[in-house]
């Protein structure tokens, strides 16, 4: 199989009917380290051109100047690239202590893949949000199963398990922990949340 741009999205419609198919097939690719992480940064690359897209569509729909994030496209693209490393390096390390076999390469791949996927599901979002806005919460729900979903699978196929249950267990059991821990970072160097106040 040759992944090429006109036919990334027919193979992430693959993907959402069969993961398992779909990943092993992005496996035997066999694609070197060094062009996983080049595609790796450039997923972060499109996902944060298209949150920015998305929040000058919602400006110009609304009337209203945006109110953005709290961080620049830079700093958020910084913030989502180390977000998606840690997933990566959790991903194996975390399957391998559990018995698993996988290579670090599959998690890096497989890691770039499920964010393009979600960055497809955004740009739906957005169109939703501008056209019908009762049906971009529904999509925003249907986006995290669905995450949850490949994830799980991608996870089976990377490191060979056959238990989705003990997969989606071991997937729970590791956001939580790592939840904690940012949190205690975060309390430990004093970094607080933002608070969004509204205007009444």
């Given at each position: 199989?040759?992944?090429?741009?006109s036919?990334?999205?027919p193979h992430?419609?693959?993907?959402v009917?069969?993961?398992?198919?779909a990943?092993?097939?992005l496996?035997a690719?066999d694609?070197?380290?060094?062009?996983?992480w080049q595609?790796?940064?450039?997923?972060?690359v499109?996902?944060?051109?298209?949150?920015e897209?998305?929040?000058?569509?919602?400006?110009l729909a609304t009337g209203m100047?945006?109110q953005?994030?709290?961080?620049s496209?830079?700093?958020?693209g910084?913030?989502?690239?180390?977000?998606?490393i840690l997933?990566?390096?959790?991903?194996?390390g975390v399957?391998?202590?559990?018995?698993?076999?996988g290579?670090?390469?599959?998690?890096l791949?497989?890691?770039?893949?499920?964010?393009?996927?979600m960055?497809?599901?955004?740009?739906?979002q957005?169109?939703a949000?501008?056209?019908?806005?009762?049906?971009a919460?529904?999509?925003?729900?249907?986006?995290?199963i669905?995450?949850?979903?490949?994830?799980?699978h991608?996870v089976?196929?990377i490191?060979?398990f056959?238990s989705?249950?003990?997969?989606?267990?071991?997937i729970?059991?590791t956001?939580f922990g790592?939840?904690?821990?940012?949190?205690?970072?975060?309390?430990l160097?004093?970094?607080q949340i933002?608070?969004?106040?509204?205007?009444?």
């Open positions: 199989m040759n992944l090429t741009l036919n990334l999205i992430a419609l693959f993907t009917r069969d993961p398992q198919e990943a092993r097939r496996m690719l694609l070197p380290r060094d062009v996983l595609l790796l940064f450039l997923v972060v499109v996902s944060v051109l298209l949150a897209v998305s929040n000058g569509l919602l400006a100047p945006s953005g994030l709290f961080l496209p830079f700093a958020m910084a913030v989502q690239l180390t977000l998606l997933a990566v390096f959790a991903i194996h399957g391998r202590a559990m018995g698993g076999d290579r670090f390469e599959d998690a791949l497989l890691t770039a893949w499920l964010q393009f996927i960055a497809c599901l955004q740009v739906l957005v169109l949000l501008l056209v019908l806005p009762a049906i919460w529904l999509i925003g729900v249907a986006g995290l669905l995450f949850m979903w490949l994830l799980m991608f089976a196929v490191h060979g056959r989705l249950g003990r997969v989606f267990a071991m729970v059991v956001m790592a939840a904690v821990v940012l949190s205690l970072l975060m309390a160097f004093g970094v933002p608070e969004v106040t509204q205007s009444v």
